[in-house]
């Protein structure tokens, strides 16, 4: 399929509909239909890039399912000038898509040859607004911080405490928490005067953050 192929427009346009089911905020629908999703996935699964399915992008990683990506995207509540934290950057295509929708995104990842390809594939696309760094020793990139909205694309057991330090007032956090593989719910937290507020938006299922704030190497009860 080229660039301009009207199969790969239908199947973008199918794709944004299935994910205009849920998500409502046209601004998201629009960064969806723009960012090409088949240029984030490797040549094997390119013909499944516009499904709504995650797909494996090497490492034992995935790239999300789009309905996914539209929701959190969507909870995230983002106007146009927000500095922004995605952790997990795999594919880069999170990234991306947020790229369209803010003034600028970190984002960081703990493989060395996934970061590299999705910095080498956001320039290829010409995407200037991300800065793709590795995991450091705590969890996020607090020496960017603070943000005004933070995006966790792998599940953590419980909400980690370093990353709400790294919220401002008023941000919000989007994230999967749960401790195995069949409990995890999408979280949305907003950093609040006195504390934070959590709000559920239902069951997913996402890779596990591994390090700090993560799971241990050796735990397989959410593999
Ligand atoms: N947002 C991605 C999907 C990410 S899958 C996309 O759009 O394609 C989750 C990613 O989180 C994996 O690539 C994994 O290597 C990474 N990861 C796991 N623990 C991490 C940590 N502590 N810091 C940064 N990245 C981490």
Redesign the pocket.
């Known amino acids: 399929m080229t660039a301009d192929d009207p199969g790969r427009r239908a199947a973008i346009e199918e794709m944004v509909r299935l994910v205009g089911r849920v998500v409502r905020d046209e601004r998201v629908l629009e960064a969806m239909r723009a960012v090409p999703r088949d240029e984030?996935v490797p040549p094997r699964v390119r013909r499944y890039a516009f499904e709504d399915h995650a797909l494996p992008?090497g490492?034992g990683?995935?790239?999300?399912q789009p309905l996914i990506?539209g929701m959190m995207t969507e909870a995230a509540r983002l106007e146009g000038d927000e500095h922004v934290l995605?952790?997990?950057?795999?594919?880069?295509?999170?990234?991306a898509?947020l790229a369209r929708l803010v003034r600028d995104v970190v984002?960081?990842?703990?493989?060395a040859s996934?970061r590299e390809q999705?910095a080498q594939t956001l320039a290829r696309l010409g995407v200037t607004n991300v800065t793709v760094l590795p995991?450091g020793v705590e969890?996020?990139a607090p020496e960017y911080g603070p943000y005004d909205a933070i995006?966790v694309?792998?599940v953590a057991p419980s909400i980690p405490e370093a990353l709400v330090r790294q919220l401002r007032a008023g941000g919000r956090m989007v994230l999967p928490v749960g401790k195995h593989d069949d409990d995890q719910e999408l979280l949305v937290v907003t950093r609040t005067a006195e504390g934070i507020d959590t709000t559920s938006l239902g069951g997913v299922r996402?890779?596990?953050?591994?390090?700090?704030?993560?799971f241990e190497e050796d735990d397989d009860s959410v593999l």
């Open positions: 984030f992008i490492e990683q995935t790239i999300s990506v995605e952790v997990g950057t795999g594919s880069g295509y999170q990234a898509v984002s960081v990842e703990i493989v996934l999705a995991a969890l996020g995006l694309t792998a996402f890779v596990p953050l591994r390090g700090e704030g993560g």
